[in-house]
């Protein structure tokens, strides 16, 4: 069964700092993998994603990520972290076989300091 | 406004007690799914529909089961609630065969169990 880890479940930065993210997942065929945001109280909302093409992907609100594939990863980044990009950050996979079902992985807490 | 609509927002039940929560989708999505968020966890698949007529089991099915009414509707039925069960639920949908679609999440359902 497919698995995504994010190693970092709490991060605190201040403002204008740089974001990096990790994660990396267990499946080993053809993937699709997104970069989801939740911010306090609200749903999900899709920062990016990646399924074919350039392995470098932007998202919005400056946010992007890159795919290595030989190390399983596709961690997101920022150059420079706003206070409103506090939140909670999610990585994702498609599985490619039956039902599309989209895997979590554990989220990560991102506090932004003034 | 197109999107995932999930009613009640917000419900308290007593264990023992049941309830259905209803997802509704108008953007003529294939595939519908119910996840749920826990601390610490990450968005758990719960059950999901690839297409109308079909449900299937994801991670964490034990204590619900599902409907996919037509199209649109795909509910979560707990038939005897359980404080184990507290949790924010979220129900998706996506386009089933379209490469890289991502998922539109509801704003979820906050359920205690008391």
């Known amino acids: 069964a497919q698995s995504v880890s994010q190693h970092n479940h709490h991060v605190i930065l201040s403002e204008a700092a740089s974001l990096e993210l990790g994660c990396n997942y267990s499946?080993?065929?053809?993937?699709?993998l997104f970069w989801y945001v939740q911010y306090p109280g609200q749903h999900l909302q899709l920062l990016l994603k990646?399924?074919?093409?350039?392995?470098l992907v932007k998202g919005i609100k400056g946010f992007e990520a890159e795919f290595i594939k030989s190390k399983f990863s596709f961690n997101l980044r920022k150059p420079s972290v706003q206070w409103s990009d506090t939140a909670e950050y999610f990585c994702?996979?498609?599985?490619?076989?039956?039902?599309?079902?989209?895997?979590f992985g554990t989220g990560t807490q991102l506090k932004v300091e003034l | 406004n197109a999107g995932v609509t999930q009613t009640p927002k917000f419900q308290v039940l007593k264990t023992g007690q049941s309830m259905t929560l209803q997802c509704a989708q108008d953007?003529?999505?294939?595939?519908m799914y119910w996840y749920r968020q826990d601390p610490g966890m990450g968005l758990r698949l719960i059950y999901y529909?690839?297409?109308?007529?079909?449900?299937d089991k994801g991670e964490v099915p034990n204590g619900y089961n599902v409907s996919r009414l037509n199209k649109r509707e795909f509910s979560l039925r707990l038939e005897s609630a359980a404080p184990s069960q507290t949790s924010v639920y979220f129900c998706?949908?996506?386009?089933?065969?379209?490469?890289?679609?991502?998922?539109?999440f509801g704003s979820g359902t906050r359920l205690t169990v008391v």
């Open positions: 953007m003529n999505h294939n595939s």
């Open positions: 529909s690839a297409s109308e007529g079909t449900t």
């Open positions: 990646y399924f074919s093409g350039d392995p």
């Open positions: 994702a996979v498609i599985s490619t076989g039956g039902g599309n079902k989209l895997t």
């Open positions: 998706a949908s996506r386009r089933q065969g379209e490469v890289g679609s991502g998922y539109t």
């Open positions: 499946y080993g065929g053809t993937v699709n």
